[in-house]
C-alpha cells in the first residue's frame, strides 16, 4: 500500500464528509473542496475528492 505524503501540489482536508453538520449543509463544504483544488486529499479517510469536473480533463 502507497501512503500519500502531503505537497503543496494536493491541498489536503482534515474535514469528515460524512460528519452530520456537513450532511446537513453539504455546501459551504462543497464550496471550500471546489476552493481548494481540482482534487484534494481527505486525510480522515486517506482518499482523494474530486468537487468539480471542470478543471479536470481525460488525457
Known amino acids: ?3 500519500f ?3 503543496p501540489a494536493v491541498p489536503v482536508s ?7 453538520d456537513i450532511l446537513e ?4 463544504f462543497q464550496s471550500d473542496l471546489r476552493d481548494a483544488g481540482p482534487v ?9 475528492a ?6 479536470c480533463t481525460p488525457r
Open 25 to 28: 449543509d453539504p455546501l459551504p
Open 1 to 3: 500500500m502507497t501512503t
Open 50 to 55: 474530486m468537487a468539480g469536473t471542470s478543471r
Open 5 to 7: 505524503a502531503p505537497t
Open 14 to 20: 482534515h474535514l469528515d464528509p460524512f460528519g452530520l
Open 40 to 48: 484534494v486529499y481527505l486525510d480522515r479517510y486517506e482518499v482523494f
